[in-house]
């Protein structure tokens, strides 16, 4: 019994630790994050996968195939205008770098 609790808590372990070293690579894009009440900035990073595929959410297509050209193109930084939305939707500094 004590040996089937150790095996569960190891395996918890590794999922967590796992997650944390799998979110750590999908981030980025630098950003800088101001925060209205105190005026401290916090600094951290724009996942550029993440914004590009937001935008599927307000835009529209003909097809997939369009959609999926436009996110590579966004990807590569063909529409900065789609991150400069992403950055004032999330209330980002204007000064945060790309």
């Known amino acids: 019994m004590k040996k089937n609790v150790t095996i569960i808590v190891l395996i918890v372990a590794v999922l967590v ?35 590009c595929q937001d935008a599927l959410a307000y835009m529209t297509f003909q ?21 400069e939305k992403y950055k004032a939707d999330m209330n980002l500094d204007t000064g945060a770098s790309i």
């Open 17 to 51: 630790l796992g997650y944390f070293l799998y979110m750590e690579k999908t981030s980025s894009v630098p950003a800088e994050i101001s925060d209205t009440n105190n005026n401290k900035v916090i600094s951290g990073k724009l996942n550029i996968d993440t914004v």
């Open 63 to 83: 097809d997939g195939t369009t959609a999926d050209k436009f996110v590579a193109d966004c990807k590569e930084g063909k529409y900065p205008e789609v991150i």
